[in-house]
């Protein structure tokens, strides 16, 4: 959704919740235990959009921890504040185009939420809305606004584009949408020009929608905990100005296969799939660890390991598997944290994938750095990596725990 259609949708929701504002002119604080102020769902809260501070407090029963329905929740200037959390399920969008919003300790469920700190400058400043636990459901767009939240839950067929979020916990796809009639209906993405998240979900079911993630900048490259599990496109480092964000997966569903179920039966294809394209790869910050199975809804995570389970993959871009010739950059694709031997875990039917067609017999390449190589679900062999085309392979041997070599994979 573009900038422009931002704005008219602020216009709007300004427009549509003056009909429904509970409070008389120019007054500031919304009480969210007092029944005779929230008494439908029409009630919207919205800022005097003058500047001035707005409060939502529990002044009459402190204790008050029922849910309240809005129509809308909106600010356009100054700063809206909860003192005392709250639990509101908002009927229509999340709105915010100026000043700041702090939701701390509230949970919230919303179809739409709009963010756009508007401004008309070169060089635009960023505010903060800040939420407890936040879901959405239908769709969201944010642009100059650092969205952070304890936990925040985005629907299964949800297309959203985030500029920043900081979240203790993301998760995509985890939960379906009662907005759409239809479950199996087209696919659900997430995109994020900046994400620091410590733990990050991406995930959904075969015979529900799929799931799609993009992370332009994940917290500068490294990675807490990252979980790839059933049915989930996810990419990491792809830059949005090379190739619009749709036209890539594609492109990248036509080369590499569909996520599919079967793998065997369709002859192509993957359950789950995490391509990295950053060219100067990414780093396992210590404790943390990534997964990429596709045969569990939302797979586990283990410190300092990464994981693929079976008829799943990790597709390195052609700048990055470039860096990782160890005749050239001898760049590690995926590296741990310093001073830590981490570990991979794989299956029979794991991949590692170069996306590049100009491999030479006789190349090694740097995926892991140092690490320990463990076969898993009674897989004796090594991890195999192939290029594009398949056409040439090199085969990560498994170096058990105790060794921590740099194993470097060779094309054969």
Known sequence: ??????????????????????????????????????????????????????????????NYDGTRDIYSLVVQSGNMKFTNGGKLNVIQQVVLSGGSLDASNTDIVMPLLFMNNIQNSATPTYTTATFGNLRITAGAATQNVILKADNLYIDRQVVTSFDTVETKNLYVGLNGSDNFGDPTFSYGSANFKNLKAENAVFTSQFGLAEVRGVITNYDGDLVKNLSVGQYSYVFLG????????????TEAYYRFGWLTDDPVRDGMGYKSV????????????????????????????????????????????????????VSGNNQPAISFADGVTGTVKYSANSRIILDSTSIRAGSSYNIFGKHYAVPINGYRGALIVESLNGNFKAYLPPSGYGTGDNNYNTIE
């Open 238 to 249: 792809l830059d949005p100005n090379i190739l619009s964000e749709g036209n890539y997966i």
């Open 1 to 62: 959704m573009s900038i422009l259609k931002h704005a008219v949708v602020v216009a709007a929701v300004a427009s549509a919740a003056s009909a429904a504002f509970v409070s008389a002119a120019n007054a500031k604080t919304y009480d969210l235990s007092n029944d005779s102020t929230f008494n439908s769902a029409s009630v919207s809260i919205i800022d005097d959009n003058d500047g001035t501070d707005t409060t939502i407090t529990k002044t009459l029963n402190p």
């Open 274 to 325: 995490l391509y990295i394209y950053d060219p100067s790869g990414i780093k396992v910050q210590n404790g943390g660890g990534i997964t990429v199975d596709g045969n569990v809804v939302a797979p586990n995570v283990e410190a300092n390991t990464v994981t693929i389970g079976d008829y799943s993959a990790i597709i390195l871009s052609k700048e990055l598997s470039d860096n990782a010739l």
